[in-house]
Structure formats: C-alpha cells, structure tokens
Nanobody, 121 residues
Framework: QVHLLESGGGLVPAGGSLRLSCAPS??????FGWFRQIPGKEREFVAA????????TYANSAKGRFQIPKDNRKNTVYLQMDSLKPEDTAVYFC????????????????WGPGTQVTVSS
C-alpha cells in the first residue's frame, strides 16, 4: 500500500525553526517534493530531492532558509525550515514525483494529508 505521511507542523514565532517529516511508503526510486497551500490559493512548490539525496531544488522563497535532507536509512524526507516568516504559514504537503538533473520537479497525484505550520508575528 502506498502512502505519504507528514508530521512536525505546529505554531512557531517569527524567526523560529521547524522540521517537518515525510514518511513515504511504496515509493522506491521516486523523488519527493514539499509543497504548501493557504486557503483560496494554489498549492505551491517549496523544495524537492531525488531518491538518492544527491540532487535537490528549492523555490526562491525557500532558498537560504529551508533545506530538504533525506535519511535513506529511515526512509524519511525532512523539510528543515529556519528563519520562519508569517507568510510561511500554510498547510505543508509531501509529494512523490520526479526530479530531473536540471532541477525540474514533476509532481504526481500522490499526496500526504498535510501538516499545518503557523508562524506568529
């Protein structure tokens, strides 16, 4: 059975940090991406990493503040978020997809249920 499960969301003050986790099951060989969505807006790309963890890509809003490490022993993908801003408030989703060598991520229809991140000002 394939599934993706996010965890680690919560309430954090501006300038703080959070680490989100994504535990994929049944997606051997896939790349994984993090997306976020606020009510009434499109789900937007945040970061992605390939299966081996050797290649990653970031949205401009995430560069310099977020990292997407992957622990292959634990089969877990993280989103380390530092210097958080109120505009980072959203539901964060994990996706299984494909990442090209040139850094283009193609998302699939496989999503986790999401985890809420709220950054207070």
């Amino acid at each position: 059975q394939v599934h993706l499960l996010e965890s680690g969301g919560g309430l954090v003050p501006a300038g703080g940090s959070l680490r989100l986790s994504c535990a994929p099951s049944g997606f051997d060989g896939y790349a994984f991406g993090w997306f976020r969505q606020i009510p009434g807006k499109e789900r937007e790309f945040v970061a992605a990493i390939n299966w081996s963890g050797s290649n990653s890509t970031y949205a401009n809003s995430a560069k310099g503040r977020f990292q997407i490490p992957k622990d292959n022993r634990k089969n877990t993908v993280y989103l380390q978020m530092d210097s958080l801003k109120p505009e980072d408030t959203a539901v964060y989703f994990c996706n299984a997809g494909m990442l090209t060598l040139s850094g283009d991520y193609s998302r699939s229809n496989w999503w986790g249920p999401g985890t809420q991140v709220t950054v207070s000002s």
